[in-house]
C-alpha cells in the first residue's frame, strides 16, 4: 500500500482497534481524548459475537464479569449468562456511557506505520532517552499512522494517533490449523472437515443440520470443544443419533459447578488468604524463604479439589483423570465449566473419546498412531486460534518481531504496556478469572498513565517486572504460554493500584480483606483512592 502523499481523514490523539470488552472499556476510560475506534465488523463485543455457539454460556457467575460502574440488573442471580444475555450486557453498558459515538464499525485495519522520531527499539541500547526513560503516551504529535479499509466500499483512508491501543485479543480471526503429513491431510478426507471459527458463523438450525444423523469427531478438549460436543450430543437424540467422538490429546480438569465439598470455590483460589499460599512476583526475601514451606498447603488444596471432581464425575471410569494438578489448569486459565448433561450424555453413548498423541485424515475419518481407524462424516477443529499471528500480522517490523519474546509470550507490563513498543497500548492480552474485570482495571490504569498521573519505570524495570512474571508462571504450570495471572491476581491488582496512587487494599475490614473474593465493584473509583 506505498503511498507518497497522505492525507488525513482525521488525526486524534488516541486510537483504539476492535471493540469487543477490551475495546469499550479503553473507550470508556479514554473518552476524555474523544477516541476512534475501529471495529473490523457491524458490532461490539468482539468473540461473544463472532467466536459463540448456540450453547455458549459464561464460565463464572454475573457478579465476576461485569464493570465497576456498571452492575448486572439481577447480578445476584447464581446461573451462567448465556453469549446473547452477555451481549446484551455490553451493548447496555456502551449505550449508558455513551460509547457508541467513538466507534466506527465495518472499518478493518490494514497497515500500521510507525513515524515516531526515535529509532525503532535496540535491546542493548537504552532507546528511550536518558536512563531507557520510555516517555509519555501522549507527546503532542503522531507516533502512529493507520490504514483503515472500509466496507463495504472498500475504500481506504489514513488516520494520526500519538497513542494507539490494540484490543484485537488473543482469540478468532487467524485460526490454528493441524499439519499433516503429505497425503494424510483433509484433502484426502471424504467427509467435511470445519473448524470452530466457521462453525460459529452457522445459526442454530445451520448447525443442528450439520450434526444431526452424521459421525462427528470434535478433535479438542478445552470448553469450545466440550460445548461442541454437547451441542452434538442434543441434535443427535433418538435411535437414528450417531455418536459424537471427542479426539484428545491434553487431558484438562473440568468442574461441574463453583462449589467444593460444599464449600464456595472462590475459597481455595480467589480471596487474599488463599492466594498468599502462591508464588508471585516482587515476592521478597521473607517469601521467597516461605514458599517451599507452603508448597505442601497449595499441593493439599489442589489434591482437595482433586478428590471432589473423581467423586463428582466419572473421570476414571472414561479415562479422563488428567496426570497433573489441578492447579496448573486453575494457574492457565484452562479450568472448563462442563454442561450440566455432558456426562449424561456420555453414559447414553452419545459422546466418546478417543486418546491420541497423533492423527490424520483417511478417505473415510481419521486415523491414529495406535493403527485405528475412526470413521467419521464431520470433523470438528476445536484447535484454537493463533493470537501471536494475529498481532504480528498487525504490526510492522521491526515491532511484528518485538512483539513476543524467545518462549512465544507478549511481555507486557502490568499487562498493558510492551516496552520495547513506544506509545502503544495492547488491552486483553493476560488471563485471569474474569478477563472484563482484568481489563477494566487495566483501563483505568492507562487513562492516568497517557494523563501523566505517573510515570513509568525505566524499560529496563518493566522489562525485569514481565521477566518476574514469566518466571512464576513457570514455576506454577507447564501451560504458562497463556500469560495466566489467576492466582496471583489481587497482588497484580494491587500494584496497578499503588502506581495510580489507589489504596492496594480495597474491602472495609480485615476479615473481608482476608476471605472474601475480590471482583470489579471493589476498583470502583468514588471514595476509594488515598
Known amino acids: 500500500m506505498a503511498c507518497e502523499q497522505i492525507s488525513y481523514l482525521k488525526s486524534s490523539r488516541v486510537g ?20 476512534i475506534v475501529f471495529e473490523a465488523t457491524d458490532s461490539i463485543g468482539g468473540v461473544w459475537k463472532h467466536c459463540s455457539f448456540a450453547s455458549t454460556k459464561l464460565q463464572t457467575p454475573r457478579c465476576d464479569f461485569e464493570f465497576s460502574d456498571y452492575p448486572w440488573a439481577d447480578r445476584d442471580n447464581s446461573s451462567f449468562p448465556s453469549y446473547l444475555e452477555i451481549l446484551d450486557y455490553l451493548h447496555g453498558y456502551a449505550k449508558h456511557f455513551d460509547v457508541l459515538k467513538y466507534i466506527k464499525f465495518n472499518s478493518r485495519v490494514v497497515e500500521i506505520r510507525y513515524i515516531g522520531e526515535r529509532e525503532p527499539i535496540n535491546l542493548d541500547v537504552a532507546p528511550h532517552g536518558p536512563a531507557g526513560d520510555f516517555g509519555s503516551l501522549l507527546r503532542g504529535h503522531p507516533f502512529w499512522e493507520v490504514a483503515v479499509e472500509t466496507h463495504p466500499s472498500k475504500t481506504v483512508e489514513w488516520y494520526a494517533f500519538e497513542l494507539l491501543v490494540v484490543c484485537i485479543g488473543r482469540y478468532g480471526d487467524i485460526p490454528r490449523m493441524p499439519v499433516f503429513p503429505p497425503n494424510k491431510g483433509q484433502e484426502i ?13 452457522l445459526d442454530k438450525e445451520a448447525a443442528r443440520e450439520l450434526l444431526k444423523g452424521k459421525k462427528v469427531a470434535v478433535i479438542g478438549y478445552r470448553k469450545s470443544a466440550i460445548d461442541l460436543a454437547a451441542e452434538c450430543a442434543e441434535a443427535n437424540q433418538g435411535a437414528d443419533g ?8 491434553t487431558l484438562h480438569w473440568t468442574v461441574p459447578a463453583y462449589w467444593i465439598w460444599g464449600l464456595p470455590f ?27 514451606l507452603l508448597s505442601p498447603v497449595r499441593k493439599a488444596v489442589s489434591k482437595f479439589i482433586e478428590s471432589y471432581l473423581v467423586w463428582k464425575l466419572p473421570l476414571v471410569k472414561y479415562g479422563l483423570k488428567p496426570d497433573h494438578p489441578f492447579e496448573e489448569d486453575y494457574a492457565s486459565c484452562q479450568m472448563a465449566i462442563l454442561p450440566e448433561n455432558f456426562f449424561s450424555e456420555a453414559d447414553k453413548g452419545k459422546i466418546l473419546f478417543k486418546r491420541a498423541s497423533k492423527w490424520w485424515f483417511w478417505n473415510g475419518g481419521l486415523e491414529f498412531e495406535d493403527n485405528t481407524k475412526l470413521e467419521a462424516d464431520v470433523v470438528l477443529l476445536a484447535t484454537g486460534y493463533d493470537g501471536n499471528k494475529k498481532i504480528q500480522d498487525l504490526l510492522p517490523e521491526p515491532f511484528s518481531s518485538l512483539i513476543v519474546d524467545s518462549s512465544g509470550i507478549m511481555p507486557l507490563y502490568r499487562g498493558t504496556i510492551h516496552p520495547l513498543i513506544p506509545n ?22 492507562l487513562s492516568r498513565l497517557a494523563d501523566g498521573l505517573f510515570k513509568l519505570p525505566s524499560i529496563e524495570k518493566m522489562l525485569e517486572q514481565t521477566t518476574k512474571e514469566m518466571e512464576t508462571l513457570k514455576k506454577t504450570t507447564r501451560f504458562y504460554k ?12 494491587d500494584e496497578i493500584c499503588e502506581e495510580m496512587g489507589w489504596k492496594s487494599w480495597r474491602k472495609n475490614n480485615w476479615l473481608l480483606e482476608a476471605f472474601a473474593p475480590y471482583n470489579s465493584q471493589d476498583y470502583a473509583d468514588q471514595d476509594k483512592i488515598n
Open 16 to 35: 483504539i482497534i476492535g471493540a469487543g470488552v477490551s475495546g469499550i472499556a479503553a473507550a470508556k476510560q479514554l473518552s476524555h481524548h474523544n477516541p
Open 424 to 445: 502503544m497500548a495492547f488491552v486483553g492480552y493476560i488471563e485471569s478469572i474474569s478477563n472484563l474485570h482484568a481489563a477494566e482495571l487495566r483501563c483505568k490504569w
Open 242 to 249: 450417531q455418536p459424537c467422538t471427542m479426539v484428545i490429546r
Open 482 to 493: 497463556r500469560h495466566c495471572i489467576s492466582t496471583f491476581s489481587i497482588n497484580h491488582s
Open 266 to 292: 472462590f475459597l481455595f483460589y480467589s480471596t487474599r488468604s488463599s492466594q498468599f499460599l502462591h508464588q508471585r512476583p516482587n515476592q521478597g526475601l521473607l517469601r521467597n524463604l516461605l514458599s517451599p
Open 189 to 201: 478426507f471424504g467427509g467435511k472437515v470445519m473448524h470452530t471459527i466457521e462453525y460459529c458463523k
